[in-house]
């Protein structure tokens, strides 16, 4: 695909922000992401941080375009655990391809690489091949989800921590890529502990932090303990009145702040071709307490 010119450096006085809804959401306006400069970087970060998520439309980016940007919200663009199954040691784009014969594969609300010790801080996934209907995106404000738990439940979960294992992951992996790489996969993938409520390391604020795709388990309780606390913060999380859904566009660009939102690819438009690409950012900051 090939971009258009850049336009001139613009900073934090170009940014054109409106909210989307009354849990999340926030649309940035006139932008070309290629020419902020560092100031209007650090405006897009601060309404990720307020809103949660940002969506900025008519982004003509190339990989190198979106991996350039990416890289100045955070300390570096992750690479993904997987990428040791192809040999790879640099950051760089995943495509998230959908077609006929691939059908979608993770369908359901996870926060990206929780099974990871450091996992990514913001999500930035820009919209390429899009179907004429379906195929929209959803994220869930977990700060909110958080606060508007009872004070007593709040006061268990305060405590806890929770194992994160890739399995959803893997049963994806199978479906797109076969057995063999899901076992290689398995082999290479970590897993890892979080607490099951973190505290966001810029704004301060408390978010739930377990999700659907990868917390398998909270530590200190019984199977079955676990099992039904799981269930009910899970259902509770992803309540559609803490959610914003954004319909694609070829050339939107979402930024998300990982560390308080889970999302769900809506699987609806499936055998259409719908072609995403994404990548993650990391701070030097693992999730805490």
């Known amino acids: ?80 655990p997987v990428a040791a199954v192809f040999d790879r040691t640099e950051a760089s784009i995943e495509v998230i391809e959908d077609t006929a014969e691939k059908p979608p594969s993770a369908e359901g609300w996870h926060t990206d690489v929780t099974f990871s010790n450091n996992p990514p801080a913001f999500g930035v996934l820009l919209a390429d091949v899009i179907p004429t ?58 897993a890892a502990k979080h607490p099951v409520v973190v505290t966001h390391p810029v704004t301060g604020r408390k978010a739930l932090y377990v999700n659907r795709g990868f917390t398998t388990a909270i530590d200190g ?10 269930a009910l913060l899970f259902a509770h999380g992803e309540q559609p009145r803490y959610t914003v859904r954004w319909q694609w566009t070829p050339g939107d660009l979402a930024i998300w702040d990982e560390r308080a939102t889970q999302h769900f690819a809506i699987g609806d438009h499936f055998p259409a071709h719908r072609r995403m690409r994404r990548c993650t950012v990391e701070i030097d900051a693992p999730p805490a307490r």
């Not at 209007?40 to 008519?58: S, Y």
């Not at 100045?72 to 992750?78: E, I, M």
């Not at 309780?221 to 799981?230: G, M």
Request: no cysteine; charged share 20%.
């Open 1 to 80: 695909m090939t971009a258009p010119a850049a336009a001139p450096s613009s900073s934090a006085s170009a940014l054109a922000v409106r909210s989307l809804g009354a849990s999340l959401g926030a649309r940035i306006d006139g932008v070309d992401v290629r020419a902020l400069d560092d100031a209007g970087v650090a405006a897009v970060r601060a309404a990720v941080h307020e809103h949660l998520v940002a969506f900025l439309p008519g982004q003509r980016l190339t990989d190198a375009d979106q991996l350039a940007f990416a890289a100045r919200l955070g300390a570096r663009v992750s690479v993904h």
């Open 133 to 190: 209907t379906g195929g929209d995106t959803m994220w869930s404000n977990q700060h909110v989800a958080y606060e508007q738990l009872a004070a007593p439940l709040r006061a268990l979960i305060d405590t806890l921590d929770a194992q994160h294992a890739p399995v959803a992951f893997l049963e994806g992996l199978r479906a797109k890529m076969g057995d063999d790489i899901a076992e290689r996969a398995r082999r290479v993938l970590p």
């Open 221 to 230: 309780l019984s199977p079955i303990e676990s099992e039904h606390l799981l």
